[in-house]
Every structure is written in C-alpha cells, then in structure tokens.
C-alpha cells in the first residue's frame, strides 16, 4: 500500500527542467500565456478589418486621430523595449544597479504612454468620439478604436504593474548574474505588449 | 538554474532599425501611391518590425525551434480567420447600401 502509494506520488512529479525553455517552467508558461494573448489581439484585429472593409462610410484614420502623437508613442515604446532588454543584459552581468535603473526607465516609459494615450482619448472625446458612434462616418469607427487601444492599454497598465513588482524584487537584491529567470519573463510581457503596439499603430493609425 | 546563455544581439541596431522603419511608415501615408500598395508597403514594414523585435528583444532567434512553432501559432490562425472571413465580407460589400444604390442608379439609366 505505502510502496504503491510512493510509486503514484513519484509519477506525478514534473521533470525539474523544461524540455523547451531549461531556463525555467515560468518562461515557457509566459510564451504560451503571450500565444493565447496573441489570439485575443488577433481575433480583434481581424474583426477590424472585416467591419471596416465591410462598411462603405469609414472616416480615413489619419485624417481624424493624432499621427503625430501616436508617432511619438510608439517610439517612446520602443525605448522602454531597449532599456528592458539593457536591464536584463545589466543582470546577466551582476550589475544590479543598472538592472534597477533601467527597469526604472521602463517603468517611466510606460507611466508616460499610459498618460498620452489618457490625453488622445480625452481629446477625441471631446471632439466627440464615444463608444456607440462618433461625428466622422461609420459608428464603428470609434467603437474598434476605443476597444483595440483600450485592450493595448490594459495590457501596458498591468506589465507597469508587473514591472513594478519586479523592481521591488530588484531593490531587495533578489536578482544576480545567476538568477535573472524573472527579469527575463517579465521582459518577455513588456516586448510583447511593444510587438502588438506595433501592429495595432499600422492597422489602426496608419492603414 | 542560470539561463542558457548566447551571443549578445546587437540591442541598439535593432532600436535604429525600428525607428528607421517607424518613419518610413509615416511617410509612406502621405506618399502619391495607389491605396493598395501603401497598404502593402505598411503591413510589410509592420510586420518586419514585430519581427525584429521578437527575434531579437525577445530572443526568440536563440530559442528551440519548438519555442518559434508556438509563437508562430497565433499569426498562421489569424491569418486564416481572414480567409474564412473574406468570402462572408465580398457578400456584405456586395449588398451594402452605397453598392445597391449605385446599382439602382445604374439600373435607372437604363
């Protein structure tokens, strides 16, 4: 009984290491949640195109929403990806430092976006642009807009949050140049969040 | 347990390089072409630049190839969303109120 008992338990033990990530369990975790993610924002662009191939009325974006701003954005998102992977590159060597430095840096990147895509939608809505219809053309104009940039901004808030997390981490001296798994799954989410801002910015911005 | 480690990709070429193709989406929008080659032209660079960064900020170009197969995974079922999408789409364009009215003008001549 006790022996049967010991074989089950030691069946339902994981391997200590992942076959695909050896790194750790955690970041092949993150690459599949960012897969599943990756559907989520697929599926609402591939909504977008369909509702706006279909509709005979859609207002040019460019015309109606700030390129330029958006422009800055997207490169403002495209720092905070240099100085996530320069912390993570900071650790790798044992500079802890400079790990919490550019999480920092990544942390503010983030906090700013959030804020001039808080000072678009306040401005597109006073021009007035709402949920259920908006003064340029199609009703849905407005309505894919607020939800694919709303989703995005969902996505920046929480891996601020995350990150924040992470820079407690930091500060406590968690992390070394021989255990960095962390810094290394929390950037995997930041890059991710920058990868789908590139899409959505050419798809709804640009397109 | 510490990381597999690998050659340190060149972090800052690859910023130059999505910066670079940042602008030329800009100018793209406002170049004299044909609505269809600037969407091209704009899915092109769009794509190239998310793929930079997963393989290199993400270091996906350094993972096992089975790593590549799931991330890869959610653009092929995108992409075939639209192909299921597209038959039902030519059908909606085709009886939208500004195509029928055109047909009824046209039929009016007549």
């Known amino acids: 009984m006790t022996q049967a008992a010991t074989v089950d338990h030691t069946l339902g033990v994981e391997p200590a290491e992942s076959p695909l990530t050896?790194?750790?369990?955690?970041?092949?975790?993150m690459w599949l949640f960012l897969a599943g993610d990756a559907m989520s924002f697929g599926g609402l662009l591939a909504a977008y195109g369909a509702i706006r191939y279909a509709s005979g009325d859609w207002p040019q974006p460019s015309h109606v929403l700030g390129i330029q701003l958006t422009a800055f954005m997207t490169f403002l998102l495209i720092c905070s990806s240099v100085t996530m992977v320069k912390g993570l590159a900071a650790i790798q060597h044992g500079d802890q430092a400079g790990l919490r430095r550019f999480l920092a840096l990544t942390i503010l990147g983030g906090i700013i976006f959030l804020s001039m895509q808080a000072y678009e939608w306040t401005h597109l809505i006073e021009r007035g642009m709402?949920?259920?219809?908006?003064?340029?053309?199609?009703?849905?104009?407005?309505?894919?807009?607020?939800?694919?940039?709303?989703?995005?901004?969902?996505?920046?808030?929480?891996?601020?949050?995350?990150?924040?997390?992470?820079?407690?981490?930091?500060?406590?001296?968690?992390?070394?140049?021989?255990?960095?798994?962390?810094?290394?799954i929390v950037a995997l989410y930041w890059h991710f969040v920058d990868l789908v801002w590139i899409l959505v910015f050419t798809f709804v911005y640009l397109v | 347990m510490p990381a597999t480690h690998h050659e340190e990709p060149n972090y800052m070429g690859v910023f130059w390089w999505l910066l670079v193709l940042t602008i030329l989406e800009i100018a793209v929008i406002y170049a004299p072409f044909v609505k269809f080659a600037i969407v091209i032209l704009l899915i092109g660079m769009a794509l190239t630049k998310a793929s930079l960064v997963a393989l290199y900020y993400m270091h996906l170009k350094f993972e096992?190839?089975?790593?590549?197969?799931?991330a890869i995974v959610p653009l092929v079922l995108c992409v075939f969303l639209i192909f299921m999408l597209t038959p039902d789409l030519s059908a909606i364009v085709h009886h939208s109120p500004k195509v029928e009215a055109a047909a009824e003008g046209a039929h009016a001549e007549h």
């Open chain 1, 22 to 29: 050896p790194e750790s369990w955690g970041k092949l975790g």
């Open chain 1, 130 to 184: 709402r949920l259920s219809g908006n003064p340029f053309g199609a009703s849905l104009f407005s309505t894919t807009f607020f939800c694919a940039t709303g989703f995005h901004g969902c996505h920046v808030f929480g891996g601020v949050v995350y990150l924040t997390c992470v820079l407690v981490q930091a500060m406590r001296g968690r992390y070394s140049a021989t255990n960095w798994n962390s810094v290394e």
């Open chain 2, 64 to 70: 096992k190839r089975t790593v590549g197969m799931i």
